[in-house]
């Protein structure tokens, strides 16, 4: 998990950095409406809106356009049929890596992910063939705080796992249903949250080289640059040594 909790960290960091982009926007509105039209408009009842929620607010979206997003879904307004598409494949170096896609057209949707992993050295795998090495869990991450007093509130709030980090932030696992609540316990403690969402958590990690690194983090941009890609999730670990050399 050392390796995840690394990547986990620069991911989401970059997300951040990323958020005013409109392309990010676009798809967090997508998911939005479809998670509404799914489970009600509820977040309070229905954890994926809760999720898709929060990212918004943390990518500076306005509640107004979160809760026109949110109408479009509950009230059918968006005549689009949004499927939620998991891909599956290797990436460079022997890497697993997950590709989740929200999409009203299959044909498209796979015309633009199987080119990027062959451009990148990998290719496209078949239903299950990577998914067994991740789980689907609520990630949140705290940059600081003291440790006893983070545990003991995450482990009130419900969650099921702190993971303390090298450069002193924190990883916090969840049921992913349970994400919302247990950001708000440990919100209600008084610890700033960096970011909390779901993710899918690999159960083992490749170390890369500086020859595979770069073409990874080529792949997930390819990947990411694809309007139909919402996440994209895989399992490669990037040494400090291997990163200082990107």
Excluded at 216 to 237: A, F, K, S, T, W
Aim: charged share 25%.
């Amino acid at each position: 998990m050392a390796g995840h909790s690394k990547w986990a960290n620069i991911k989401h960091r970059k997300a951040a950095q990323d958020a005013q982009r409109g392309k990010i926007f676009t798809k967090l509105i997508r998911e939005l409406v479809t998670a509404a039209k799914i489970g009600g408009g509820d977040a309070a009842a229905n954890p994926r809106l809760r999720a898709a929620v929060d990212k918004a607010l943390a990518s500076n979206m306005t509640r107004d356009t979160i809760n026109r997003a949110i109408e479009r879904g509950v009230g059918g307004g968006d005549d689009t049929n949004m499927e939620t598409r998991v891909y599956e494949g290797y990436g460079p170096g022997g890497t697993a890596v997950m590709v989740e896609c929200l999409s009203d057209n299959a044909n498209r949707t796979i015309s633009q992910v199987r080119p990027s992993f062959t451009k990148c050295g990998g290719n496209l795998g078949t239903e299950g063939s990577v998914g067994y090495l991740f789980t689907k869990k609520g990630l949140i991450l705290i940059a600081q705080g003291d440790e006893d007093a983070l545990m003991e509130a995450a482990i009130e709030a419900g969650a099921d796992d702190v993971q303390p980090q090298d450069d002193g932030s924190f990883e916090i696992y969840t049921a992913w249903e349970e994400l919302g609540s247990v950001r708000d316990g440990i919100e209600a403690a008084g610890f700033n949250i960096e970011s909390a969402e779901v993710s899918m958590i690999p159960s083992t990690t490749v170390d890369l080289d500086a020859e595979a690194a770069p073409k990874l983090l080529r792949l997930i941009d390819m990947l990411e640059e694809c309007d139909d890609v919402q996440n994209v999730y895989h399992n490669g670990d990037i040494s400090d040594e291997v990163a200082a050399l990107l």
